[in-house]
Protein backbone atom coordinates (compact mmCIF):
# COMPACT_ATOMS: atom_id res chain seq x y z
CA UNK A 1 0.00 0.00 0.00
CA UNK A 2 1.40 3.18 -0.92
CA UNK A 3 1.89 5.55 2.01
CA UNK A 4 0.35 9.15 1.10
CA UNK A 5 1.00 10.77 4.49
CA UNK A 6 4.64 10.48 4.40
CA UNK A 7 4.19 11.12 0.28
CA UNK A 8 3.08 14.52 1.08
CA UNK A 9 5.51 15.11 3.77
CA UNK A 10 8.19 14.64 1.78
CA UNK A 11 6.84 16.93 -1.09
CA UNK A 12 6.16 19.45 1.24
CA UNK A 13 9.95 19.32 2.71
CA UNK A 14 11.25 19.90 -0.45
CA UNK A 15 9.17 22.68 -1.42
CA UNK A 16 10.37 24.26 2.19
CA UNK A 17 14.28 23.22 1.36
CA UNK A 18 13.81 25.05 -1.97
CA UNK A 19 11.41 28.19 -0.29
CA UNK A 20 14.73 28.61 2.12
CA UNK A 21 17.43 27.82 0.93
CA UNK A 22 18.77 25.05 3.25
CA UNK A 23 20.39 21.44 2.56
CA UNK A 24 18.43 18.72 2.99
CA UNK A 25 18.31 15.01 1.20
CA UNK A 26 15.41 16.12 -1.00
CA UNK A 27 17.04 19.28 -2.21
CA UNK A 28 19.20 16.25 -3.51
CA UNK A 29 17.11 14.44 -4.81
CA UNK A 30 15.67 17.61 -6.47
CA UNK A 31 19.09 18.18 -8.35
CA UNK A 32 19.30 15.07 -9.74
CA UNK A 33 16.08 14.66 -11.43
CA UNK A 34 16.75 18.64 -12.71
CA UNK A 35 19.98 16.82 -14.04
CA UNK A 36 18.26 13.79 -15.21
CA UNK A 37 15.78 16.23 -17.32
CA UNK A 38 18.33 18.73 -18.58
CA UNK A 39 20.32 15.42 -20.25
CA UNK A 40 17.48 14.72 -22.07
CA UNK A 41 17.88 17.85 -24.53
CA UNK A 42 21.39 17.70 -25.36
CA UNK A 43 20.88 19.93 -28.81
CA UNK A 44 19.52 23.14 -26.65
CA UNK A 45 16.12 22.66 -28.39
CA UNK A 46 13.43 24.74 -27.23
CA UNK A 47 10.77 22.40 -28.42
CA UNK A 48 8.30 20.64 -25.37
CA UNK A 49 8.96 17.60 -23.87
CA UNK A 50 6.45 15.12 -22.98
CA UNK A 51 7.76 12.32 -20.29
CA UNK A 52 5.63 10.08 -18.96
CA UNK A 53 6.66 8.30 -15.69
CA UNK A 54 5.48 4.99 -15.18
CA UNK A 55 6.58 1.72 -13.25
CA UNK A 56 6.14 -2.29 -13.60
CA UNK A 57 3.69 -2.43 -10.72
CA UNK A 58 1.42 -0.24 -8.43
CA UNK A 59 3.85 0.77 -5.34
CA UNK A 60 6.61 1.46 -7.21
CA UNK A 61 6.60 5.05 -6.41
CA UNK A 62 5.92 6.31 -9.82
CA UNK A 63 3.23 8.77 -8.60
CA UNK A 64 5.82 10.96 -5.98
CA UNK A 65 8.32 10.56 -8.62
CA UNK A 66 5.98 12.31 -10.93
CA UNK A 67 5.47 15.27 -8.89
CA UNK A 68 9.04 15.61 -7.42
CA UNK A 69 10.50 15.46 -11.14
CA UNK A 70 7.73 18.77 -11.57
CA UNK A 71 9.09 20.89 -8.68
CA UNK A 72 12.54 20.24 -9.92
CA UNK A 73 12.08 21.44 -12.92
CA UNK A 74 10.18 24.30 -11.76
CA UNK A 75 13.68 25.71 -9.45
CA UNK A 76 14.54 26.94 -13.00
CA UNK A 77 12.01 29.90 -13.34
CA UNK A 78 12.28 29.86 -17.06
CA UNK A 79 10.83 26.46 -17.04
CA UNK A 80 6.81 26.05 -17.64
CA UNK A 81 5.67 22.72 -16.54
CA UNK A 82 2.45 20.97 -17.37
CA UNK A 83 1.79 17.43 -14.42
CA UNK A 84 -1.02 15.10 -15.57
CA UNK A 85 -2.70 12.80 -14.51
CA UNK A 86 -3.20 9.67 -16.58
CA UNK A 87 -3.54 7.05 -14.32
CA UNK A 88 -6.69 6.55 -15.42
CA UNK A 89 -7.49 3.12 -13.38
CA UNK A 90 -6.42 4.36 -9.88
CA UNK A 91 -5.42 8.20 -10.11
CA UNK A 92 -3.92 9.38 -7.46
CA UNK A 93 -2.07 13.03 -8.03
CA UNK A 94 -5.41 15.26 -7.22
CA UNK A 95 -5.12 13.80 -3.05
CA UNK A 96 -1.96 15.40 -2.71
CA UNK A 97 -3.08 19.11 -3.82
CA UNK A 98 -6.90 19.15 -3.36
CA UNK A 99 -8.13 15.98 -1.49
CA UNK A 100 -10.86 17.99 -0.60
CA UNK A 101 -11.93 19.66 -3.39
CA UNK A 102 -13.02 17.92 -7.37
CA UNK A 103 -12.87 19.73 -10.51
CA UNK A 104 -13.21 18.85 -14.15
CA UNK A 105 -9.27 17.12 -15.06
CA UNK A 106 -8.66 15.22 -18.45
CA UNK A 107 -11.67 13.46 -19.23
CA UNK A 108 -13.71 16.39 -19.20
CA UNK A 109 -11.11 18.72 -21.43
CA UNK A 110 -11.07 15.69 -24.24
CA UNK A 111 -14.55 14.12 -24.00
CA UNK A 112 -16.66 17.32 -23.48
CA UNK A 113 -14.37 20.16 -24.34
CA UNK A 114 -13.95 21.88 -21.21
CA UNK A 115 -12.08 24.96 -21.81
CA UNK A 116 -8.50 24.68 -20.58
CA UNK A 117 -8.53 27.28 -17.84
CA UNK A 118 -11.29 25.35 -15.91
CA UNK A 119 -9.01 22.52 -15.51
CA UNK A 120 -6.07 23.42 -14.53
CA UNK A 121 -4.74 24.24 -11.23
CA UNK A 122 -1.64 25.60 -10.19
CA UNK A 123 0.32 24.55 -7.30
CA UNK A 124 0.72 27.82 -5.39
CA UNK A 125 4.49 27.35 -3.97
CA UNK A 126 6.85 26.24 -7.43
CA UNK A 127 3.73 27.05 -9.87
CA UNK A 128 3.92 23.99 -12.21
CA UNK A 129 0.33 23.43 -13.63
CA UNK A 130 -1.55 20.23 -12.87
CA UNK A 131 -4.18 18.55 -14.66
CA UNK A 132 -6.15 15.89 -12.66
CA UNK A 133 -7.71 12.51 -14.24
CA UNK A 134 -11.64 13.95 -14.52
CA UNK A 135 -14.29 11.76 -14.06
CA UNK A 136 -13.85 7.72 -14.84
CA UNK A 137 -14.04 6.64 -18.10
CA UNK A 138 -14.60 2.99 -19.06
CA UNK A 139 -11.92 2.18 -21.25
CA UNK A 140 -8.52 3.88 -20.54
CA UNK A 141 -6.93 2.04 -23.06
CA UNK A 142 -9.20 3.33 -25.96
CA UNK A 143 -9.17 6.96 -24.19
CA UNK A 144 -5.76 7.31 -24.09
CA UNK A 145 -5.20 5.77 -28.12
CA UNK A 146 -7.92 8.26 -29.39
CA UNK A 147 -6.34 11.31 -31.99
CA UNK A 148 -8.55 13.83 -30.17
CA UNK A 149 -6.31 12.91 -26.89
CA UNK A 150 -2.96 12.73 -28.84
CA UNK A 151 -3.66 15.50 -30.73
CA UNK A 152 -4.14 17.65 -27.42
CA UNK A 153 -0.52 16.18 -26.09
CA UNK A 154 0.71 17.90 -29.29
CA UNK A 155 -0.77 21.49 -28.58
CA UNK A 156 -0.02 21.50 -25.05
CA UNK A 157 3.81 20.85 -25.60
CA UNK A 158 3.78 23.75 -27.33
CA UNK A 159 2.79 25.94 -24.44
CA UNK A 160 4.58 24.00 -21.87
CA UNK A 161 8.39 23.25 -22.02
CA UNK A 162 8.30 20.11 -19.64
CA UNK A 163 5.12 17.59 -19.75
CA UNK A 164 5.22 15.31 -16.94
CA UNK A 165 2.73 12.37 -17.68
CA UNK A 166 2.20 10.75 -14.20
CA UNK A 167 0.83 6.75 -16.18
CA UNK A 168 -0.72 3.71 -15.01
CA UNK A 169 2.65 0.78 -14.15
CA UNK A 170 3.20 -0.98 -17.08
CA UNK A 171 2.06 -4.14 -16.62
CA UNK A 172 -1.39 -3.66 -14.79
CA UNK A 173 -2.36 -1.23 -17.86
CA UNK A 174 -1.79 -2.15 -21.62
CA UNK A 175 -2.63 1.83 -22.32
CA UNK A 176 0.64 3.21 -21.00
CA UNK A 177 2.59 1.07 -23.54
CA UNK A 178 0.38 2.52 -26.41
CA UNK A 179 0.54 5.93 -24.98
CA UNK A 180 4.51 5.43 -24.44
CA UNK A 181 4.95 5.40 -28.58
CA UNK A 182 3.78 9.26 -28.74
CA UNK A 183 5.94 10.45 -26.04
CA UNK A 184 9.09 12.19 -26.06
CA UNK A 185 10.45 9.60 -23.46
CA UNK A 186 10.11 7.14 -20.42
CA UNK A 187 11.48 6.86 -17.30
CA UNK A 188 10.87 3.82 -15.76
CA UNK A 189 10.72 3.41 -11.84
CA UNK A 190 11.58 0.95 -9.83
CA UNK A 191 11.01 -0.08 -6.36
CA UNK A 192 14.52 -1.12 -4.70
CA UNK A 193 14.73 -4.52 -2.80
CA UNK A 194 11.26 -5.18 -3.68
CA UNK A 195 10.68 -5.28 -7.57
CA UNK A 196 11.82 -8.66 -9.11
CA UNK A 197 14.52 -8.10 -12.09
CA UNK A 198 11.87 -10.42 -14.11
CA UNK A 199 9.04 -8.21 -13.45
CA UNK A 200 11.33 -4.73 -14.59
CA UNK A 201 12.65 -6.94 -17.43
CA UNK A 202 9.01 -7.57 -18.64
CA UNK A 203 8.22 -3.94 -18.17
CA UNK A 204 11.22 -2.60 -20.09
CA UNK A 205 10.33 -5.13 -23.31
CA UNK A 206 7.00 -4.35 -23.06
CA UNK A 207 7.52 -0.57 -23.94
CA UNK A 208 10.21 -1.26 -26.22
CA UNK A 209 7.99 -3.40 -28.39
CA UNK A 210 5.90 -0.54 -28.58
CA UNK A 211 8.69 1.61 -29.50
CA UNK A 212 8.83 3.89 -26.56
CA UNK A 213 12.18 5.99 -26.13
CA UNK A 214 12.76 5.17 -22.63
CA UNK A 215 14.96 7.66 -21.37
CA UNK A 216 16.36 6.00 -17.73
CA UNK A 217 15.12 4.35 -14.87
CA UNK A 218 14.93 5.76 -11.57
CA UNK A 219 15.99 3.40 -8.81
CA UNK A 220 13.05 4.68 -5.72
CA UNK A 221 13.76 3.98 -1.98
CA UNK A 222 17.25 2.66 -1.90
CA UNK A 223 18.97 2.47 1.32
CA UNK A 224 22.54 4.02 1.71
CA UNK A 225 24.51 1.30 3.80
CA UNK A 226 27.66 4.05 4.36
CA UNK A 227 26.78 7.15 6.78
CA UNK A 228 24.70 9.89 4.89
CA UNK A 229 26.74 12.35 5.41
CA UNK A 230 29.88 10.46 3.26
CA UNK A 231 26.99 9.31 0.65
CA UNK A 232 26.31 12.48 -0.18
CA UNK A 233 30.04 13.46 -0.80
CA UNK A 234 30.50 10.47 -3.05
Known amino acids: MIDRNNNRQKILELQLAKDQGFSSELQV ?3 SLY ?19 TGSRPGEGATTISILSALA ?22 KYFNPQEQKDGLIE ?14 EKKSGFHFISS ?17 NTLMQLKKKYRYIILDCAPVLNAPETSILASHLTGVIL ?8 YEIVASAKQRLVDANA ?14 PNFLYKRL
Request: hydrophobic content about 30%; aromatic content about 6%.
Open 29 to 31: ECE
Open 35 to 53: SMFSSFNKSGSDDGQIIGI
Open 73 to 94: LCTNPTNSVLLIDCNLRNPELH
Open 109 to 122: LIEQGSNLTDVLWK
Open 134 to 150: GRPVDSPSEFLSTNKFI
Open 189 to 196: VVRSESTR
Open 213 to 226: NIKGVILNKQKHYI
